[in-house]
């Protein structure tokens, strides 16, 4: 699992796959047929820029950011009511952002907002539309 994750690109994550689906297919075969199935989806991060990789690789973003609650809201012995723990989680958190990790190449989050499209992790300036080659006999008219 950690080589599938911690591919260098999208071509050996696809490998690691297979490998993991050699290796594991006939003891754990829900686990490997959901991973085989899902490949697209467990690999989609491989579509962004490669300085923003370690941040969508992350497994835990939402435990990360509650653990100050968290702890807080333990040693309070509970926020009370509904509102005041809303309150305090809102300060706690507020708080709590300044000392959050800053996004790797901040400048490519407007890239990708507008849909610019990243292969193996490097823009794609003019991404071409792949299409056939004309076969020598073919009119020219025919290509237009």
């Given at each position: 699992m950690k080589e599938i994750i911690g591919a260098e690109d999208l071509d050996k994550a696809r490998v690691a796959i297979a490998a993991f689906e050699r290796d594991y297919g006939a003891k754990y075969p829900k686990a490997v047929a959901k991973i085989v199935d899902d490949a697209d989806v467990l690999l989609e991060y491989f579509r962004y820029p490669a300085e923003h990789w370690v941040h969508l690789r992350t497994?835990?973003?939402?435990?990360?950011?509650?653990?100050?609650?968290?702890?807080?809201?333990?040693?309070?012995?509970?926020?009370?009511?509904?509102?005041?723990?809303?309150?305090?989680?809102?300060k706690l958190i507020?708080?709590?952002?300044?000392?959050?990790?800053?996004?790797?190449?901040?400048?490519?989050?407007?890239?990708?907002?507008?849909?610019?499209?990243?292969?193996?992790?490097?823009l794609l300036e003019r991404p071409v539309e792949i299409t056939p080659e004309p076969s020598p006999d073919t009119p020219v008219s025919e290509v237009a």
């Amino acid at each position: 699992m950690k080589e599938i994750i911690g591919a260098e690109d999208l071509d050996k994550a696809r490998v690691a796959i297979a490998a993991f689906e050699r290796d594991y297919g006939a003891k754990y075969p829900k686990a490997v047929a959901k991973i085989v199935d899902d490949a697209d989806v467990l690999l989609e991060y491989f579509r962004y820029p490669a300085e923003h990789w370690v941040h969508l690789r992350t497994t835990n973003p939402i435990e990360s950011t509650f653990a100050t609650v968290r702890l807080r809201t333990r040693v309070t012995k509970g926020p009370g009511s509904r509102a005041a723990g809303m309150a305090m989680a809102y300060k706690l958190i507020e708080a709590a952002q300044s000392r959050w990790r800053a996004v790797n190449a901040p400048q490519l989050v407007a890239l990708v907002r507008a849909g610019a499209l990243f292969h193996k992790g490097k823009l794609l300036e003019r991404p071409v539309e792949i299409t056939p080659e004309p076969s020598p006999d073919t009119p020219v008219s025919e290509v237009a």
